[in-house]
């Protein structure tokens, strides 16, 4: 038995040597009980660019020597500094403005929420208290976080506090025009992610569109929460880049260090940078290990690497090899049903035989059996995820999908199987 109490995972499976990873270099994680599995994964969304990237990790030694610890927390530090620029850079100087930095997606969320009730505070608009997300969102399991999160995860039991909260649904524009029609007056921010949550469905173009008109109508902020879908991972450095109106915060993590150390970054548009500055409003978010240098050394070198890299455009060939490989699969595969998603961030829908969708235990389970052929997928609804790095190679993806194809044969029974072979 382990002293470790690893994450998600039930205490009868801790200490378990094939859970335990002892290595990762390129797209490939070595474990405890000497086996070895192709990631597509993504570690959890996060190694964009694949693991044991040499340039960001001597980014990280050469400021562990140099710099050790410092902070962002009533001071500046000089990575700080640049690597804020360098965020601003590719996000889009012309719209954003500052970068406040944190070290997770939830943290993030908690303080995106502060943010926008501070915002509407100092301009006198104190009763902006709601925030407003999607069904099916994925924010995070901090406290905040986990109450912006449209999934039923347990927030109950937890007792997260989710009375100035409210969901609606995915791409229903009429649901989201009648709460606004309602408490419109009393929105702070709608928080959306461009492709929304376990499912990943991404939102359509008249649902952004819409989301833009209602701002302009209510003035709430318009969030966009990108910490899976940025740096690459649908396509484009930020799935919001080319909405019609840009969000006025957008949150960053996942791939903001390719996964080196914990970091996320809220991104400032002008106005609501302005709206703080002009009040000389001191926002009361600090984290210790935000914004350190070994940090921000790491999202400088990242960014630096998906340039190198070309790795949106590397990306976009891995998403079209994989969009080649999930439609096939579907012709003929009797399990595999539909696919949501977009570029390198998939869900992969399955119902067992009879038509039944999966359960939980299912899904689990066959994340196990696809790992046992060779490969790390990440459980969905009644499905599983495939996050591939930007850099697999057309090899990569095809074995990938024999490890996918060999765990849901194993579901079916020997008659059908007996068929396909």
């Given at each position: ?83 804020a620029q360098d965020l601003l850079q590719v996000c889009g100087p012309d719209h954003y403005a500052r970068v406040l930095f944190s070290t997770g997606g939830g943290v993030a969320n908690d303080a995106v929420m502060k943010l926008a009730r501070l915002y509407h ?205 999930l439609t096939e699969l579907i012709t003929r595969h009797p399990l595999a049903t539909t696919v949501t998603g977009a570029g390198c961030f998939r869900t992969l829908h399955l119902t067992h035989h009879d038509g039944q969708a999966l359960s939980g235990a299912d ?59």
């Open positions: 038995m382990t002293a470790l109490w690893p994450y998600l995972v039930p205490p009868s499976a801790h200490g378990d040597d094939s859970l335990c990873a002892v290595s990762a270099t390129g797209h490939r994680v070595t474990f405890a009980d000497g086996s070895t599995a192709l990631d597509a994964d993504s570690g959890l969304w996060n190694v964009n660019l694949g693991y044991n990237n040499r340039r960001i990790a001597h980014a990280l030694a050469e400021a562990a020597e140099h710099a050790s610890y410092l902070g962002s927390f009533r001071f500046e530090n000089l990575f700080a500094r640049r690597a505070a100092v301009q006198g608009r104190p009763g902006r208290n709601l925030v407003v997300a999607l069904r099916g969102s994925f924010h995070g399991l901090t406290f905040g976080g986990f109450a912006l999160t449209g999934e039923d995860l347990g927030q109950r039991v937890y007792g997260v506090d989710q009375r100035l909260i409210r969901h609606v649904s995915p791409n229903n524009t009429a649901e989201l025009g009648q709460l606004m029609a309602a408490l419109g007056g009393q929105v702070a921010a709608v928080v959306v992610e461009p492709v929304v949550g376990t499912g990943t469905i991404p939102l359509t173009d008249q649902y952004v569109a819409e989301l833009g008109r209602l701002r302009e109508e209510h003035g709430f902020l318009l969030v966009a929460d990108e910490v899976a879908t940025g740096f690459g991972r649908i396509g484009k450095y930020f799935a919001s880049e080319d909405w019609p109106g840009l969000p006025d915060v957008l949150v960053t993590s996942k791939g903001l260090t390719n996964g080196s150390c914990p970091a996320a970054a809220l991104v400032m548009s002008h106005r609501v940078a302005q709206a703080l500055v002009e009040h000389d409003t001191t926002f009361a978010h600090a984290e210790t290990q935000g914004g350190t240098a070994l940090v921000c050394a790491a999202i400088s070198a990242t960014i630096a690497e998906m340039d190198r890299l070309n790795a949106v455009s590397a990306g976009q060939n891995v998403a079209a090899w994989l969009e080649t490989a899904v689990a389970d066959l994340v196990t059996k696809i790992r046992h052929a060779g490969a790390i997928v990440h459980p969905g609804p009644s499905g599983i995820q495939l996050v591939p790095s930007l850099t697999y190679s057309r090899a990569e993806v095809a074995e990938l999908m024999t490890c996918v194809e060999q765990g849901l044969d194993s579901l079916l029974p020997v008659a059908l199987l007996a068929m396909r072979s």
